[in-house]
């Protein structure tokens, strides 16, 4: 998207500084042009909706994996009694003209990332006692993702003229477009111990 931003304001000042905005910018015009702060594009586009992970019931735990839209968008993880026990809710503000965000869930296994085999089980079997380390297990990992199906075209010919307003009122603007723009994370008080954060995620 940023490099959309960048696309969409070049094209757009080429086309200024070319063909002129009425008797066309001087550099006197050019130097004294301020700046107008960022404008959301494509806002009237955004929505918020709720997209629920249902946990396990083998008492596993959960990863909070990070991603660029948590990163960036992340509200807060709240504990929230009205999401049902067993549920990982992400609550997403995002552009439907544009994205489309999804939850990704990866199996976690700790064999393959360590590249070690895993230790053969102590129990019952082998004479010795369970360890308390190996309950509960963790099950995956779980981001926010986003699939884009935005049209570039449709983008800059909505928003030209706000762009041609700023610049004939001698500023220049940040045109930000509405991609992920919130993200909430809630779960229920009493799945709080099921659910590991090891994206820094702020509990």
């Given at each position: 998207?940023?490099?959309?931003?960048i696309v969409l304001i070049a094209v757009f000042l080429i086309g200024v500084l070319l063909g002129g905005v009425g008797a066309g910018l001087t550099m006197v015009e050019w130097s004294s042009l301020e700046y107008g702060g960022t404008k959301l594009l494509d806002s009237e586009y955004l929505v918020?909706?709720?997209?629920?992970f249902t946990l396990k019931d083998d008492g596993?735990?959960?990863?909070?994996?990070e991603s660029y839209y948590t990163n960036r968008y992340l509200d807060g993880v709240e504990e929230d009694p009205s999401v049902p026990e067993g549920i990982v809710r992400y609550q997403v503000?995002?552009?439907?003209?544009?994205?489309?965000?999804?939850?990704?869930?990866v199996p976690y296994d700790r064999a393959s990332e360590s590249g070690e085999e895993p230790p053969e089980e102590v129990g019952e079997e082998t004479g010795?006692?369970?360890?308390?380390?190996?309950a509960p297990a963790v099950d995956g990992v779980l981001r926010l993702m986003r699939s884009y199906h935005g049209d570039e075209f449709r983008l800059f010919m909505e928003n030209k003229d706000e762009m041609l307003s700023d610049l004939k009122k001698g500023r220049l603007s940040s045109y930000e477009v509405a991609d992920i723009t919130?993200?909430?994370?809630?779960?229920?008080?009493?799945?709080r111990p099921r659910v590991e954060d090891r994206a820094g995620l702020g509990w």
């Open positions: 998207m940023r490099k959309l931003r918020t909706e709720d997209f629920d596993s735990t959960l990863i909070l994996g503000t995002y552009n439907q003209a544009l994205v489309e965000p999804f939850l990704q869930y010795g006692e369970p360890q308390e380390e190996d919130g993200v909430r994370i809630l779960i229920n008080p009493a799945t």
